[in-house]
């Protein structure tokens, strides 16, 4: 199946640091989605990006829709105890299928 | 909350034994999807349906099998189960079949246990 990279795989911040994540594919998708996931519950949608080239936030969370399709980032501005989580990409091909990023793990240290 | 439920949130039961997870998506939701999380790993597609139709197929092992009703709820029934399968087990669901402009929403997810 089709494999995206997602980077980096952990990491570890003071709170009020900004982060950046981001996934890479071989593929071109047309669609670009980016979750969190909490301990023992559902990922939830952070961000639905749509079109080549947008940028779209959700208060603290800005993420882009790489320009060449294959790309996407995640950045999130002064960090606080609460965005401790596993976050995930995931990415669309025409047809059905979503495929999700091997996720990274965030730890805000206060 | 997004809207999918899934139940049961979670169960033990015995390997060789068999079990069904049951999934209602969102009010409007054509399409439902299946993913296993075992302990640290990501997300791995099962199975998708579409109004009724298997539409992509993933890793899923041939113990394993899924429907989705004429009232849009899926069912993931596990047989045979064996210690590995012990795992989370997501339902999503979304709009259509996913050819763009879509955006799946999980259910919280069922705890599956074989001991």
């Known amino acids: 199946g089709q494999q995206l990279n997602q980077s980096p795989q952990s990491m570890f911040i003071q709170e009020g640091e900004d982060v950046s994540m981001n996934c890479t594919s071989s593929?071109?998708?047309?669609?670009w989605l980016w979750y969190k996931q909490d301990p023992g519950e559902g990922p939830v949608l952070l961000i639905a990006?749509?079109?080549?080239?947008e940028l779209t936030s959700n208060g603290r969370l800005t993420a882009q829709f790489g320009i060449t399709r294959k790309d996407s980032f995640l950045n999130i501005s002064a960090s606080i105890p609460s965005d401790v989580g596993i976050y995930f990409c995931?990415?669309?091909?025409?047809?059905?299928?979503?495929?999700f990023g091997t996720g990274t793990s965030l730890t805000v240290i206060p | 909350d997004s809207g999918v439920t899934q139940t049961p949130k979670h169960l033990i039961t015995a390997t060789g034994q068999r079990v069904t997870l049951r999934c209602s998506p969102r009010s409007g939701d054509l399409s439902v999807y299946w993913y296993q999380q075992s302990l640290d790993q990501g997300l791995q597609f099962l199975i998708q349906?579409?109004?009724?139709?298997?539409?992509a197929k993933g890793n899923i092992l041939e113990r394993f099998s899924a429907q989705q009703f004429p009232d849009l709820h899926s069912e993931l029934n596990l047989s045979s189960l064996e210690l590995g399968d012990s795992a989370l087990y997501f339902c999503a669901s979304s709009v259509g079949t996913g050819t763009g402009g879509n955006t799946i929403y999980f259910g919280e997810g069922s705890w599956l246990t074989v001991v």
């Open positions: 995931a990415g669309q091909l025409t047809g059905n299928q979503f495929y």
């Open positions: 593929s071109i998708f047309n669609t």
């Open positions: 990006l749509y079109k080549a080239g």
């Open positions: 349906y579409y109004n009724g139709e298997e539409r």
